[in-house]
C-alpha cells in the first residue's frame, strides 16, 4: 500500500513501539524522518550477531532501553528539523514531516488567528484556526474496503474523515474553533502539558477541535499537545495513530511535550521576525519617495536594492526636489551601517535636505549643513552624500559631494565620463569647508548618481567598479544608437545588470537624470524697479512675449495675474524685482522680489479696497505656489497651452 511518506504503516518504525530487526541481524529499517540514517546507525541491535533477544528480565529491559534510546535519537532529530524552519510555514510543515509516521500516523496543527506579537495582548475572542494537517496515507488509500474494515468498522476514528490541507489534501481546511471560557479545551490548554485522548478533559476538548461530525479515537490513540510560546498558548497540535498500530505509552507524552515546545518557540520567533521584517520593509519605503517629481526640462528614474533579503534597512537614499525657476535638486547619500538606526539616521538627514534645498541653498551649503546635524545626532554618525542642482534654462549643474563617488555623465553621442568633483569629507566628521563644481549639462545627456554599493564589494575595489560603471553605460549608447539617448527606465536596469552574484555586499540607490533642458527662445526674463510703474511695465513685457510665441489666447488671463503678482511684490520689495516668462508644456510665470514673507491667500471683505489678487490667481492659474529663498521668495504660477500649442 502506498504512503505518503513513501513507507507502509507496518513498515515504519514506530516511537514507543519496538524496532523490528531484519533477519540477517542488520540494523533496523531507517524512518523517513529527516536524519533517518543517523537515527537508524544509532540504533542498538537486539542482540549480538543478531540473534532473539535473551528470555527472561534480560530480554525485556534490553528492549525497553532500546525502544527508549529511540525516543531520544527520534526527539533530537525531530526538534533539529524544526528548528531549522525561518518562517511559520516552514516550521509547522517540519513538525508534520518529522512526526508523520514516525511518531504518528496523523497530526493536526491548530494556531490562533491572529498570532499574537510579542508582548501584545490579543482582543476579542481567542480563536484556533486549522493550520497544517498531515497523514500517513492518501484519501485514495482509505476508499477500499481494507480501509473500511480496518477503521470505520472497528468504531474508531477513520482517517480519511480528517480534514486536510496541502498537496495530498482536499477536504476544506478553513476551519475555526473558537476557544469558549471554562470549557473543556481552554482547560486543556490551560494546563500546557500534552494529555491523551482518553483523558476525562480530553475526551471534552477534541470535539471542540475536531467538529461534532468527526468520529473521535478509543483508548490512548490521540495525544492532545498545547503549543505554549513565551508569553501565552498559541495553538495545539494532535497526534493521531490508527488502530492497525500500537497505542501511544506514557513516555510518548514527554516526546509529543518537547515537540510541541520547540514548535512553540520556532513560531514566536518567526513571528517576531515576520514583524520586524515588515516594519523594516515600512521604514525603508516611507524613508524613499514614493514617486519622483516630473520637473520641466529634466526625465528622471530610480532603482533601490536591499543588500540581501535579510538585511532590507540600509541608509542608502535618494531624492529629486523641485526648486524654483524650474531647477531641480538631485541627492544622493549613504549612511554607513545596515540597522534601524542607520534608516532613521537616513530619514532625519533627507528631511534636512528637503528643508535646505527649499530654502534654495547653494549645493556647498547644504552639505554643510547636514555635517552640522550629523553631529548633533551623534559623534559617529557618518554619511556620503551628492548634492546636485541642474538649471534647464543655463544648461548647467552644479555639483558640491561630500565623499560619495564622483557621478556619471553619459553624453548624447555615446561617450561616458566620470565627473571631476572635489572629494570632500563625509558628513558627521565636522569643521571640513565643502567646494562645488560647475559643470555643462548639455541637452540628451543622462546624469546617474549611485552608493557605493553598485560599483564597490570584496571582488573589486571602488575604481574598478566606476570604471567597469562608466564601459556599461558607453556600451549601451552603442547599441542604441548615437543619434538619441538610451531609454532612461531600461538604462537603470542594465546598469544593475553588471552587478555579478558575488557584488551585492551592500544596498544600492540609484538616480538617473535625463537632460532635456528648456530652448533660450522658450525663455523671457526681465528686471523691474520697484515703483508704480512696474505692473504696467509688466504687462507689457508678457504681452510682447506672447505675441511673439504665438499665445495670444492667453494675454488677458496672463496680464491679470502678472499685474497682481508684480503690485503685490513692488509693495514690498526694495532691489529690483524679476520676471520670467517659461514655455515649455505649459506657461509658467515667476515673479522673484527680496522680501521673505510669503504672500497668503485672504477672504477679502465688501469693503475692502484690495486683498483679492491671490484669489484670483487662485481661481484662474493651473497651479501656483510660493518658495522662500535664502535672498527672499518666488512666487509662480502655471497656465495651460491652448490646444494648439500643447506640447504634450
Known amino acids: ?18 524496532v523490528a530487526a531484519p533477519a540477517d541481524g542488520g540494523a533496523p529499517a531507517p524512518g523517513p524522518v529527516d536524519d533517518g540514517e543517523e537515527y537508524a546507525q544509532d540504533a542498538a541491535p537486539e542482540a549480538e550477531g543478531g540473534g532473539p533477544p535473551a528470555p527472561g528480565g534480560a530480554g525485556e529491559g534490553a528492549a525497553a532501553a532500546r525502544r527508549e534510546g529511540d525516543r531520544l535519537r527520534f526527539v533530537g532529530a525531530a526538534t533539529r528539523r524544526i528548528a531549522r524552519g525561518i518562517d511559520l510555514d516552514e516550521i509547522v510543515l517540519g513538525l508534520c514531516r518529522a512526526t508523520v509516521p514516525t511518531f504518528s500516523d496523523a497530526i493536526l496543527v491548530y494556531l490562533r488567528d491572529p498570532l499574537p506579537v510579542g508582548d501584545e495582548r490579543p482582543v476579542g475572542p481567542v480563536v484556533l484556526r486549522l493550520r497544517r494537517t498531515d ?9 477500499g474496503a481494507e ?20 498537496p495530498q489534501g482536499d477536504l476544506p481546511a478553513a476551519e475555526l474553533c473558537e476557544i469558549l471560557p471554562g470549557g473543556a479545551l481552554a482547560e486543556v490548554l490551560r494546563g500546557v502539558r500534552p494529555v491523551f485522548g482518553s483523558a476525562a478533559g480530553a475526551q471534552d476538548a477534541l470535539p471542540e477541535l475536531l467538529g461534532d461530525g468527526h468520529p473521535l479515537p478509543r483508548g490512548r490513540r490521540a495525544i492532545l499537545a498545547p503549543l505554549r510560546g513565551r508569553r501565552r498558548v498559541i495553538g495545539a497540535a494532535v497526534f493521531l495513530r490508527s488502530p492497525e498500530r500500537p497505542a501511544f505509552e506514557q513516555n510518548d507524552l514527554l516526546v509529543a511535550a518537547q515537540l510541541a515546545t520547540h514548535t512553540a518557540l520556532g513560531i514566536d520567533k518567526a513571528v517576531l521576525y515576520g514583524r520586524e521584517a515588515y516594519i523594516a520593509d515600512e521604514l525603508q519605503r516611507t ?16 532603482r533601490y536594492l536591499p543588500a ?34 542607520s534608516a532613521a539616521i537616513m530619514g532625519q538627514l533627507r528631511t534636512t535636505a528637503q528643508t ?16 552640522e546635524q550629523a553631529q548633533r545626532l551623534g559623534s559617529d554618525r557618518m554619511a556620503t552624500c551628492l548634492y546636485a542642482v541642474y538649471d534647464p534654462v543655463s544648461h548647467r549643474i552644479t555639483v558640491a559631494n561630500a565623499g560619495h563617488p564622483p557621478p556619471v555623465l553619459l553624453h548624447l553621442g555615446g561617450r561616458a565620463e566620470v565627473l571631476r568633483v572635489p572629494p570632500g569629507a563625509p558628513i558627521g566628521v565636522g569643521g571640513v569647508d565643502f567646494e562645488a563644481v560647475e559643470l555643462d549639462a548639455p541637452a540628451g545627456a543622462t546624469l546617474l548618481l549611485y552608493t557605493d554599493g553598485l560599483v564597490e564589494s570584496r571582488l573589486r575595489d571602488v575604481w574598478t567598479g566606476i570604471e567597469q560603471l562608466r564601459e556599461r553605460l558607453a556600451t549601451t549608447a552603442q547599441l542604441t544608437g548615437l543619434d538619441h539617448p538610451p531609454p532612461l527606465e531600461a538604462l537603470c536596469d542594465d ?82 524685482v524679476t520676471l520670467r516668462l517659461l514655455r515649455t508644456d505649459v506657461l509658467r510665470c515667476e515673479v522673484g522680489d527680496d522680501s521673505p514673507q510669503l504672500p497668503r491667500q485672504r477672504r477679502a471683505r465688501e469693503t475692502d479696497e484690495g486683498g483679492r489678487g491671490l484669489f484670483l490667481v487662485n481661481r484662474m492659474a493651473r497651479r501656483w505656489g510660493a518658495t522662500r529663498l535664502s535672498s527672499g521668495k518666488v512666487v509662480w504660477f502655471e497656465l495651460s497651452l491652448p490646444p494648439a500649442h500643447d506640447r504634450r
Open 495 to 576: 546598469v544593475l545588470d553588471m552587478l555579478g552574484p558575488g557584488d551585492r555586499d551592500d544596498d544600492i540607490a540609484l538616480l538617473a537624470a535625463r537632460f532635456d533642458g528648456i530652448a533660450p527662445s522658450d525663455v523671457a526674463y526681465w528686471f523691474l524697479d520697484p515703483e508704480e510703474t512696474a505692473p504696467g511695465r509688466a504687462r507689457r513685457f508678457a504681452r510682447r512675449a506672447l505675441t511673439r510665441w504665438g499665445l495670444e489666447e492667453l494675454e488677458d488671463s496672463v496680464e491679470l495675474l502678472v499685474s497682481e503678482v508684480v503690485t503685490n511684490a513692488v509693495r514690498y520689495a526694495e532691489r529690483p
Open 356 to 371: 535646505l534645498a527649499q530654502l534654495d541653498l547653494p549645493p556647498a551649503e547644504v552639505l554643510h549643513h547636514l555635517d
Open 1 to 18: 500500500m502506498a504512503t505518503s511518506a513513501g513507507a507502509t504503516a507496518d513498515s515504519a518504525p514506530a516511537v514507543g513501539s519496538p
Open 135 to 143: 497523514r500517513l496515507r492518501p484519501i485514495d488509500d482509505l476508499t
Open 147 to 166: 480501509s473500511a474494515g480496518a477503521a470505520g468498522g472497528a468504531g474508531e476514528l477513520d482517517f480519511s474523515q480528517l480534514p486536510m490541507v496541502g
Open 308 to 341: 540581501a533579503e535579510t538585511a532590507r534597512v540600509g541608509g542608502d537614499w535618494y531624492d529629486a526636489i523641485p526648486l524654483p525657476g524650474s531647477r531641480v535638486a538631485l541627492v544622493v547619500g549613504d549612511v554607513m551601517g545596515h540597522s534601524m538606526t
Open 287 to 302: 524613508m524613499l519617495p514614493d514617486s519622483l517629481p516630473q520637473p520641466t526640462g529634466v526625465r528622471l528614474a530610480s
